[in-house]
């Protein structure tokens, strides 16, 4: 992981020292070369998403490798360049080819972390961020070397025999996983307007004349019709929803939007720099920004298992000001230590920046979605690139001097100043702070000793100290908890990290189950939904075989089988709200599949116990018929639970029927020992609008959500849940 994720930042920063002498085999002037820093950004711009996407549908050992492959394709192609844009076209490919490293890594460790139980890996995430923040500035005195020794096509072919170390490693380490059985829809539309957007503008900045007017106005179309598209589609490039649902998540790539637009320009400008306006040669240029690699790596080594996000983006960002304004003081004259002090400050914002928002978005982003999540996190990072460029052709038009160089300190002044203030106002950092040291739920008690369960009543996690290894038992993924007065019955949660008893009770959500019973799957896809509407999701768990050894379905039908699942689930909210400040009141309820069929017979029994309720295509239904009886109708609710139905206690309740567009099997038999004819024959998609068409004709306003292109498939349409229970969420 750690040598592939290095694969993209190494061929970033080396290129920077190879800029002028490639410009002066081929006879340009940097405003030309700058494309092959564009070139590559706009290739992982694009990439990465897409890949992060394929990550997390195929696993993340197959894209690795064939990343891997790309990348050393790509170096040969540049080394046997035979002009300027046979270059360009190698460093496109090879911004594909190294778009897979970073999400595969991010994605594997999430799921190792679920795997084994181990909490904020902080240890690897700095020894990633090491190889993917700090090998960025040790990439211009490796040029240096390489250009120095075998001229500017050794920068390219070095990959070929890195791309074949980290195949041999991907292949003998990286696990095998089993892929996603969900439809993955490559949206070839989405991608072509947002490189077409993305080429227009770079276009006009690294050219900004009049004549080139309807670049941005091209761009800004292109644009437009990009965030509409992806708006309404159902299976977009780019999910803008999810980022407009996540506050927190979108401030973090704001802030590495900013961040590195000032620390590329900084690398490129500062490099060519030695070369053009201090006379250095690439090999002494390189080895004049050793510093700020060095400085970084020790930042790195020093904070990486420390979790106070906040604090290492604020003092990044004012060494990162620091460093911009001091470009103003350098001429041609400038002595040699001015410039090494000026590269290890640089450093400082290069260990800390990088590594803050890795932490950020490890604890924002939805664990289902944290390879999706990872690849935009460098598509941010690739767009500051982007912008470092076409400000470095800009003011670089006519060659890097002293007088250039100035140009360019105002431009990032400004722009270290916007990515201070930001800081400031982003108060989510503060609560954003991963464990240190990952404790192993199965290991032995740390700390101030063992979580005392035999406690006469339930643990909190506020009755904890800070730091006490219980706190991973009750906040974040919970273990799971059997049910006091049913124990062969249990359920766990999702608690927002920083879950606290100030202020009202927070919403909570329960979703059910369906027949395959996946409740920590389903529990861990509602993480980051928990996270940025802080409220609790409780999964209960009703295990099969409960009434007999074939028994799957008892739950779905509340009662007849020896238990009322419907009261089950009441006792373990009531037992969720001793434990954690969770409204209990009213809640919010959902449901596919299997757990479609519970969620609208718990709501015809109990109404005045929901918030709101998603049911998702139930493979069975029950009508609102008072002259059938349980479970195909109602007209016996009160004989069989002593309740009698009342449809109008569903009226004000907020309902979502949701069923994917190609769901339209034929599901199995009727859940029900007598097997008597379904009341709703036909497929599930049949059976939902049957149920809605009931429901309306008893006066509740039920809405029906269809998911474009997905099956039976649970993850699918969560996006689609997840948007309607947040418009209902109210502490």
Avoid at 123 to 128: D, H, I, K, R
Avoid at 151 to 176: D, E, K
Avoid at 440 to 456: F, K, R, S, V
């Amino acid at each position: 992981m750690l040598v592939g994720s290095a694969l993209n930042p190494v061929n970033s920063s080396m290129l920077a020292v190879a800029l002028i002498p490639i410009g002066h085999a081929f006879g340009v002037p940097p405003s030309q070369t700058a494309w092959l820093v564009s070139g590559l950004y706009l290739a992982t711009a694009v990439g990465q998403p897409v890949v992060g996407r394929l990550v997390d549908a195929f696993g993340p050992r197959r894209l690795y490798l064939a990343g891997t492959t790309t990348v050393g394709v790509a170096g040969l192609l540049g080394a046997l360049a035979p002009n300027l844009w046979v270059l360009v076209a190698s460093r496109v490919l090879l911004g594909f080819g190294t778009s897979a490293a970073f999400p595969a890594s991010m994605s594997l460790l999430r799921s190792e972390s679920e795997r084994t139980g181990l909490k904020g890996p902080g240890g690897v995430l700095a020894a990633l961020s090491i190889s993917n923040q700090a090998i960025v500035v040790a990439g211009p005195p490796l040029g240096g070397l390489l250009v120095g020794a075998g001229g500017w096509q050794a920068i390219f072919a070095i990959n070929v025999p890195l791309s074949l170390v980290c195949l041999v490693l991907g292949a003998l380490w990286l696990p095998r996983t089993v892929p996603s059985k969900g439809t993955i829809r490559t949206d070839a539309a989405g991608m072509l307007l947002f490189a077409g957007s993305l080429t227009a503008f770079m276009f006009f900045l690294m050219d900004p004349v009049a004549r080139h007017w309807y670049l941005p106005v091209l761009g800004l179309a292109a644009g437009a019709v990009f965030v509409r598209r992806e708006l309404g589609a159902g299976d977009p490039f780019i999910d803008l929803r999810v980022l407009g649902g996540n506050a927190p998540l979108l401030a973090t790539f704001v802030r590495q939007l900013l961040a590195h637009t000032t620390s590329y320009a900084l690398i490129y400008g500062y490099t060519q720099w030695l070369q053009d306006g201090r006379g250095l040669n690439p090999a002494q240029s390189g080895l004049l920004v050793l510093p700020m690699s060095a400085t970084a790596i020790v930042v790195t080594v020093l904070t990486g298992r420390r979790g106070r996000v906040r604090a290492k983006l604020l003092v990044g960002a004012a060494a990162q000001l620091l460093t911009c304004s001091a470009l103003f003081m350098l001429t041609d004259r400038t002595p040699l230590w001015l410039l090494v002090v000026i590269c290890a400050v640089a450093g400082i914002p290069q260990g800390l920046i990088g590594l803050a928002n890795q932490n950020a978005l490890y604890e924002q982003a939805d664990p289902a979605r944290m390879g999706s999540s990872a690849g935009l996190l460098r598509t941010f990072m690739y767009l500051g690139a982007l912008l470092a460029s076409a400000a470095i052709a800009a003011f670089f038009r006519d060659g890097a001097t002293s007088g250039a160089l100035h140009g360019l300190a105002w431009l990032l002044v400004g722009v270290a100043g916007v990515f201070l203030v930001v800081c400031l106002a982003d108060r989510s950092t503060a609560l954003t702070s991963p464990d240190a040291s990952p404790v192993d739920p199965d290991g032995p008690p740390q700390g101030d000793g063992p979580l005392p369960m035999t406690a006469e009543r339930p643990i909190s996690p506020w009755d904890l100290p800070a730091g006490h290894p219980g706190v991973s038992f009750l906040t974040g993924p919970t273990a799971l908890f059997a049910l006091t007065r049913d124990p062969r019955f249990s359920y766990c949660l999702y608690v927002p990290k920083h879950h606290r008893p100030d202020g009202p009770p927070r919403p909570l959500l329960v979703a059910v189950h369906g027949t395959r019973r996946r409740v920590e799957t389903l529990r861990d896809a509602f993480a980051g939904f928990a996270e940025r509407h802080d409220c609790v999701v409780l999964a209960p768990l009703f295990p099969a075989g409960i009434t007999g050894p074939n028994d799957v379905d008892s739950y779905k039908l509340l009662s007849p089988a020896g238990f009322r699942s419907d009261e089950v689930l009441l006792d373990m909210v009531e037992e969720a709200a001793a434990r954690w400040h969770v409204r209990t009141d009213r809640f919010h309820l959902h449901g596919f599949s299997g757990g479609g069929q519970f969620a609208h017979r718990f709501a015809y029994l109990h109404p005045d116990r929901l918030a709101s309720l998603s049911v998702g295509a139930p493979s069975h239904v029950t009508l609102l018929e008072p002259t059938t009886t349980w479970w195909q109708g109602t007209a016996d609710t009160d004989e069989q639970f002593g309740i009698t139905t009342d449809p109008a206690a569903l009226r004000d309740l907020p309902i979502q029927l949701i069923i994917g567009e190609l769901d339209t099997g034929t599901a199995e038999l009727p859940p029900h020992a007598a097997r008597e004819s379904a009341p709703a024959p036909g497929s599930r998609t049949d059976r939902i609008n049957a149920l809605r068409e009931n429901w309306i004709a008893h006066g509740i306003d039920a809405r029906l959500d269809t998911v474009p292109g997905t099956g039976h498939d649970h993850i699918a349409v969560l996006p689609a849940v997840q948007k309607f229970l947040a418009a209902h969420l109210a502490p």
